[in-house]
C-alpha cells in the first residue's frame, strides 16, 4: 500500500491558536483525506515547538515556569483540533500502544494516524536532535567559531553579522546583540547539491518540483544561488533548549531541534531501535513525504532542512508547500491590534443557528484561498460563501431531490430507465467522461494530486450546477400528475440521476466538509461510512435503486446574515474578553506584512563577502524603489474615468501555441464573454485560473498578441526585479460585470 505522510509546521505555543494555524492544519486535513480515498495509508503530524528564547520571555511574562507554560498552551492547540472535528491527535507512543484505535473503525484503508509532538521534555526527541548533531559532526559539516552579531529573540533568527544596532526587518523589533562562542554549520557546502535536487525534482515527473508554488521554488532557487554562508546552531546564553551533545554549556539551535520533530513525531528514536512508522513514513523510498507550511518559513524547510538531512544521512521530503497568509479584513492579524480571529466564536454561532461551523470554516478557507496566496478573512465572506454555495447550490440540490424521492417514490431511490435520454449522457459525460476524454472527477483529482486549491472545489460546482440545471430543465415534479407510464419512468430516471451524482458529489467534497457529507450519505441511505469510499470506485449509477432513503432535513439551513452576524461578533467580543485578559505585555511592535521578509524569510544580507553576483545589488534596487516609489504624473477623476474596469470570472485558459509567455483566457465580464490573452503563462498554471474574479479593462481597443485577439486586459500588479504578474483579484465574493471605480 502506498504510504503518505503530511505535516503542518510545529507551531509555537506562545500564544493559543488562531485561524491562520486553523488554516495549515485544516488543509493537511482535507489532503490527509482525500489521500486516504485514494488508497494511501495516512500518517498527519502536527505539534508545538516548546524551545528558545520567545517561548522562556513568554513564560517569563507570564510569571509561569516555561515547563507549565508551553505545557498548558499546548492544550490549547489540541483542544481546538478537538473542537474544529480533526479528531484526537496522539504521541507516536500513544498510537503504538494502540490508544487509537478507536478512531474511524471500519472501511479497507488504515485510519489516518493523528500524530502529535512536542519538542521540550520529550526524551526521543532530545536523543533524536543530539544524534543528528553527532551525524553532521562526524561527517564534518560542523565546526566552532566565535560569533558576533545582531539576532531577533523574536524570530528566533539572524539579522545581521555584524555588531552594528539594527532593528529586525520582520517584525521591526530592535535586535540584540550576541557574541559568543558557537557550534557552526557549514550549509555552504550544500549550495551544489541543493541546485542539484531542486533540478532533479522538476525534471522527474514522479517527483514534481521540490517546492510548490512554482513561483517560490524559483524564490528559493535564487537565494541558494546567491550564495550560502555557513550557519550558527548553537546558543550560548539560552538554557531553555536542548543541551549540545557533550557541551551542556550551549543548547541547540532552535530550528535544528524543530525540524527533526518531523522525524521523532513519528518514531525516529536518534541511534536506538526506531518504531515501525518511521521505517513506513520516511525510510521507505516510495513514501510520500509533503511539509505543509507558511511562505515565511519556507528557507528553513527548502534549504537548512535538506541540508540537514543530508549531513545525517538520511532521505528527504518529497514537496514542500509554502502556502499565503490569511489576513483579517485585508490586514495583518495581530494581538496588538485586537484582529485576530479565532476558529471557537465561528462555530458556535453558525451552531446556533443550527449550521455546521466546521464546515462552514473548512469551506470557506479552502475555497476562497488560492493555495499559495494570501487571502483575506471576514466573517461577511464566510456566511456569504455558506449560504451561497452550501446552503443555495449543494443544500437545495440535495434536500430537493431527498424531498421528491419521499414524496412521490415511496421514500426508495427509483430505478433509472435502462436507456440513457442525451440529458443523462451529457452528465455522465460531464462527470466521468466519454472514452478517454478527462472529466471533472479526473479534473479534480490531478488538481488535488498537485494541491491545487480550490480547483478542485470548483470542479464539483461545476458538476453541481449541471445537475441543478439538469433539475429545472427536466422539471420532474411536473411529471407526478401524469399517469402515463413513460411519464412516470422519465421521474423516475430524473431522481435517480440527480439522487446518484450527490453521491458523487458527497464522495468528492468529503475531505472538505467531511461531517456534512456524512451526513449527505446518511440521508441518500448509501450502506456504509462515506470516508471509506475509494476514489477508484466512483463511477456513474453506484447508488442502489431500492435504497430507502432518511429523511429531508437540511444539512445547510440558510443563515440570516445581520442576525448571524450579529452572534460572531458577540461571540467574538465575548471570547476575547476570557482569553485575552491576562495576556502578557508585548513589545512595541512596527507592524510589517510578511511579504516584506521575502518569501525564503531571507533577510537582506550586510556581509559584503557573502554577497555573490547581482545579490547585492538587487537588494539596494529593492530599497531604493520602496524608499521612494516611482510616481506617475497627476490625472484628473475624469481622465480616470475613461478607464472601463470591470470583474470578470477566467472560465477557462489555454497556452497559446508558439507563444510561451501567453495564455488564451475566455473571461466572463457578466454581460458577455471576453477573449483575453495575457502574459501570464510563466507564472499561473491554467488550471490555476479558473473561477478566479479578476478585473478587466474592458474599453481597450482590440488588438493582435502572436495572431491571436485580445479584447481586453486583466490587471496584475507587478513584482520584483523580473516583474513577476500577480493578478488583482477580490478577497470577497463580487458579482460579475460590477464596476471598479
Ligand atoms: N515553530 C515554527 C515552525 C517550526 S516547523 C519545524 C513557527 N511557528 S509559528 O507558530 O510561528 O508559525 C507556524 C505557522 O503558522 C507558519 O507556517 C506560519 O506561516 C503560519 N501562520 C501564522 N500566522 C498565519 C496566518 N495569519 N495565516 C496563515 N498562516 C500563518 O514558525
Redesign the pocket.
Known amino acids: 500500500m502506498k504510504k503518505f505522510y503530511i505535516?503542518?509546521?510545529?507551531?509555537?505555543?506562545?500564544a493559543r491558536p488562531?485561524?491562520?494555524?486553523a488554516?495549515?492544519t485544516i488543509a493537511c486535513d482535507a489532503i490527509a483525506r482525500y489521500k486516504r480515498m485514494c488508497g494511501y495509508d495516512v500518517a498527519f503530524l502536527t505539534g508545538t515547538?516548546e524551545h528558545g528564547e520567545k517561548l522562556q520571555r513568554a513564560a517569563d511574562e507570564a510569571g509561569v515556569p516555561v515547563e507549565q507554560f508551553v505545557a498548558e498552551k499546548r492544550k490549547l492547540f489540541k483542544e481546538l483540533w478537538r473542537t474544529l472535528g480533526l479528531g484526537e491527535f496522539r504521541s507516536i507512543g500513544e498510537v503504538a500502544a494502540g490508544l487509537s484505535r478507536e478512531q474511524e473503525d471500519g472501511g479497507t484503508a488504515p485510519p489516518i494516524k493523528r500524530l502529535f509532538v512536542h519538542t521540550s521534555q520529550n526524551r526521543d526527541h532530545v536523543k533524536s536532535v543530539q544524534w543528528m548533531i553527532r551525524q553532521a559532526k562526524k561527517a564534518g559539516y560542523i565546526y566552532k567559531k566565535r560569533y558576533e552579531g545582531r539576532y531577533c529573540i523574536f524570530d528566533?533568527r539572524y539579522v545581521s553579522d555584524n555588531p552594528e544596532p539594527v532593528n529586525c526587518d520582520i517584525c521591526g523589533r530592535p535586535a540584540e546583540l550576541i557574541s559568543e562562542e558557537n557550534y557552526f554549520f557549514r550549509l555552504s557546502a550544500f549550495e551544489k547539491p541543493l541546485m542539484e535536487l531542486y533540478e532533479r525534482h522538476e525534471k522527474d515527473s514522479t517527483f514534481g518540483p521540490f517546492v510548490l508554488p512554482d513561483f517560490r521554488m524559483n524564490e528559493v532557487k535564487s537565494f541558494v544561488k546567491s550564495g550560502l554562508r555557513d550557519i550558527s546552531i548553537s546558543r550560548k546564553r539560552l538554557k531553555w533548549g536542548i543541551p549540545w551533545p557533550d557541551d551542556p554549556e550551549q543548547v541547540v539551535y532552535?530550528?535544528y531541534d524543530?525540524?527533526t520533530?518531523?522525524l521523532t513525531g513519528i518514531g525516529f528514536r536518534g541511534g536506538d531501535k526506531p518504531e515501525p512508522a518511521f521505517e513506513k513514513y520516511w525510510m521507505d523510498p516510495e513514501a510520500e513525504r509533503v511539509?505543509m507550511?507558511?511562505?515565511?518559513?519556507l528557507r528553513?524547510?527548502a534549504v537548512y532542512?535538506p541540508a540537514f538531512l543530508w549531513a545525517a544521512g538520511l532521505p528527504l521530503p518529497k514537496t514542500v508547500f509554502a502556502?499565503?497568509?490569511?489576513?483579517y479584513e485585508q490586514d495583518?492579524?495581530s494581538k496588538s491590534k485586537g484582529n485576530v480571529v479565532y476558529p471557537e466564536p465561528i462555530i458556535k454561532a453558525f451552531e446556533e443557528f443550527g449550521a455546521p461551523g466546521n464546515d462552514a470554516l473548512r469551506y470557506y478557507l479552502l475555497r476562497d484561498t488560492p493555495f499559495g496566496q494570501?487571502a483575506n478573512f471576514s466573517y461577511e465572506g464566510l456566511i456569504n460563501r455558506y449560504n451561497s454555495d452550501l446552503a443555495n447550490d449543494l443544500g437545495n440540490l440535495a434536500n430537493r431531490t431527498v424531498t421528491m424521492i419521499n414524496r412521490y417514490c415511496g421514500g426508495r431511490v427509483p430505478k433509472p430507465q435502462s436507456a440513457l435520454a442525451k440529458s443523462e449522457e451529457d452528465l455522465q459525460e460531464t462527470f466521468f467522461g466519454k472514452g478517454e476524454q478527462k472529466q471533472l472527477v479526473a479534473d479534480y483529482k490531478s488538481a488535488s494530486d498537485a494541491f491545487l486549491m480550490p480547483v478542485p472545489i470548483l470542479r464539483v460546482w461545476d458538476g453541481i450546477s449541471a445537475v441543478n440545471s439538469y433539475l429545472v430543465e427536466q422539471q420532474p415534479w411536473k411529471l407526478t400528475a401524469s399517469n402515463r407510464e413513460e411519464d412516470r419512468s422519465r421521474l423516475e430516471t430524473v431522481l435517480y440521476t440527480a439522487a446518484d451524482l450527490i453521491r458523487t458529489i458527497a464522495v468528492l467534497l468529503h475531505p472538505v466538509i467531511p461531517d456534512s457529507t456524512a451526513k449527505l450519505w446518511v440521508q441518500l441511505g448509501c450502506d456504509g461510512h462515506i470516508r471509506d469510499q475509494k476514489f477508484e470506485d466512483l463511477k456513474w449509477q453506484s447508488l442502489q435503486p431500492g435504497t430507502k432513503v432518511g429523511k429531508p432535513e437540511p444539512v445547510f439551513p440558510r443563515l440570516d446574515k445581520a442576525a448571524t452576524l450579529a452572534r460572531l461578533n458577540e461571540f467574538a467580543e465575548e471570547d476575547r474578553k476570557r482569553n485575552e485578559a491576562p495576556v502578557a505585555k508585548e513589545k512595541k511592535t512596527v507592524e510589517t506584512p510578511?511579504e516584506k521578509k521575502g518569501a525564503t524569510g531571507e533577510q537582506p544580507r550586510t556581509t559584503p563577502e557573502v554577497q555573490s553576483g547581482t545579490g547585492l545589488q538587487s537588494v539596494k534596487e529593492g530599497t531604493a524603489g520602496m524608499a521612494t516609489p516611482q510616481t506617475a504624473p497627476q490625472i484628473s477623476i475624469d481622465d480616470f474615468a475613461k478607464v472601463e474596469m470591470r470583474v470578470g470570472e477566467i472560465i477557462s485558459a489555454e497556452p497559446i501555441p508558439k507563444a510561451d509567455k501567453l495564455l488564451k483566457l475566455l473571461v466572463d465580464i457578466g454581460t458577455e464573454v471576453r477573449q483575453v490573452c495575457a502574459g501570464i503563462a510563466a507564472y499561473y498554471k491554467p488550471e490555476q485560473l479558473i473561477g478566479m474574479k479578476v478585473v478587466v479593462v474592458t474599453n481597450l481597443q482590440p488588438r493582435k498578441l502572436r495572431g491571436v485577439e485580445s479584447n481586453g486586459m486583466i490587471v496584475a500588479a507587478s513584482v520584483g526585479d523580473e516583474g513577476r504578474p500577480v493578478l488583482v483579484t477580490f478577497k470577497e465574493d463580487v458579482p460579475k460585470g460590477a464596476r471598479l471605480r
Open positions: 505535516t503542518t509546521p510545529i507551531y509555537y505555543p506562545n488562531h485561524v491562520g494555524s488554516y495549515t515547538d528566533e532552535v530550528w524543530a525540524l520533530s518531523y511539509h507550511i507558511g511562505k515565511d518559513i528553513f524547510h532542512w502556502h499565503g497568509w490569511i489576513y495583518k492579524m494570501d510578511p
